[in-house]
């Protein structure tokens, strides 16, 4: 058994979260993974937009030099918060897995950057970090993402159903998993787009908030069809799996000058966008489901689990998919779904520790023998 406690920050940057989970291998099985703690701190307004100034087009060597010292601050802060919550429940954290902060992520240069000091986390916490797991599996040949495949299988598999775990943070992926499959070979996963990263951006620009909250704003807007075709044309879309992306291709400001002329920040432009999020969503899923005649069920996870409207454009577009469709947020599945990416980053450390190698040449097209993800930081 091993409690490992798991940082994580998408890209919507919006602040980290850590999950402290119990991992009880299983024999013939994947392993049980149980929740013990989770504690979240929002990143300060300054950091946050120089993370957002310095993961555009114009970054520089010496803001991302300066930015990573600060972000593994904010980084051990949450995880100091976390083990002190497991302690008074009894348990002590073996090995921290943190994700870091992406500010770069190039998998046709074979390159990604996650900021967010591993030394300082190890240093203030007094425990070990596994971290860099995504640069292992691009020097595997891999797209370094997505990762979230390896916390899905054991956390939402059914041997009667196919399940589509949706991941809707700042990116959007999904995680496809037919009935009864039993291995990461059997998976099949990778980025679909867009997630709240457009919607966010055009809410801002609106001056309606930082984000839609359930989805209200978009509610009383109007879609744009002409508009969501164009959006709909990026080249991104017609990528054939394995594929990621990020910020590169979808950051509100590189996006919308490649959508060119005629976009106005409103309502109607914050639902269009949700649309785009369902819409390409919606597309993958049955694209991956196509063929099977078993129930499917899909769970959404991430922030983009709270946005109602995305939801309920979700829904719709899959009535088609399946015979029976059943569509929802990971909490009514008894996994809340600002858990699932802290909880993949303590069983990433899980595996490291026990020297697990992992076949993800399905998921991220990493290529050769199964390898072991992770660079340790001893405490």
Excluded at 54 to 80: N, R, T, Y
Excluded at 93 to 103: L, R
Excluded at 134 to 142: L, P, V, W, Y
């Amino acid at each position: 058994m091993t409690v490992a406690l798991g940082l994580m920050s998408g890209t919507s940057m919006d602040g980290v979260d850590a999950v402290v989970c119990e991992i009880t291998p299983r024999k013939n099985s994947h392993p049980a993974i149980s929740f013990i703690a989770h504690a979240k701190v929002s990143y300060p307004a300054d950091i946050k937009r120089r993370l957002m100034e310095v993961s555009g087009p114009h970054g520089s060597a010496q803001e991302i030099c300066a930015l990573d010292p600060a972000v593994g601050d904010v980084f051990a802060k949450v995880a100091l918060k976390a083990i002190g919550l497991a302690e008074k429940r009894g348990f002590k954290v073996d090995a921290i897995g943190s994700h870091g902060q992406t500010v770069r992520h190039l998998p046709k240069e074979r390159s990604t950057l996650q900021i967010g000091s591993p030394s300082i986390i190890a240093k203030k916490t007094g425990v070990a970090v596994w971290s860099g797991f995504r640069n292992a599996d691009m020097a595997r040949g891999g797209q370094g993402a997505p990762l979230a495949p390896i916390v899905h299988l054991p956390l939402f598999g059914d041997r009667e159903k196919d399940v589509a775990v949706v991941n809707i943070g700042g990116i959007a992926n999904i995680t496809f998993i037919p009935g009864g499959a039993s291995s990461f070979k059997q998976v099949l996963a990778y980025d679909t787009g867009p997630g709240n990263m457009l919607i966010d951006y055009a809410v801002e620009k609106a001056g309606l908030g930082a984000y839609d909250r359930s989805g209200r704003v978009a509610a009383r807007g109007k879609i744009n069809e002409k508009l969501l075709s164009r959006l709909a044309s990026h080249p991104y879309f017609k990528r054939i799996p394995p594929k990621s992306t990020g910020r590169e291709d979808f950051g509100g400001d590189v996006f919308f000058r490649r959508a060119g002329t005629g976009v106005k920040w409103n309502a109607n432009l914050v639902a269009t966008v949700t649309e785009l999020t369902a819409v390409t969503i919606a597309s993958e899923i049955k694209r991956t489901a196509s063929g099977s005649r078993k129930p499917l069920s899909v769970v959404v996870c991430g922030g983009g689990a709270k946005n109602l409207f995305l939801l309920t454009r979700l829904w719709n577009h899959l009535q088609d998919a399946a015979d029976d469709v059943e569509v929802g947020s990971s909490s009514a599945f008894g996994f809340p779904a600002e858990y699932v990416e802290g909880a993949l980053m303590a069983l990433l450390a899980h595996y490291a520790m026990t020297k697990t190698r992992l076949d993800l040449s399905s998921v991220t097209g990493a290529v050769g023998e199964p390898g072991i993800l992770g660079s340790l930081t001893p405490a």
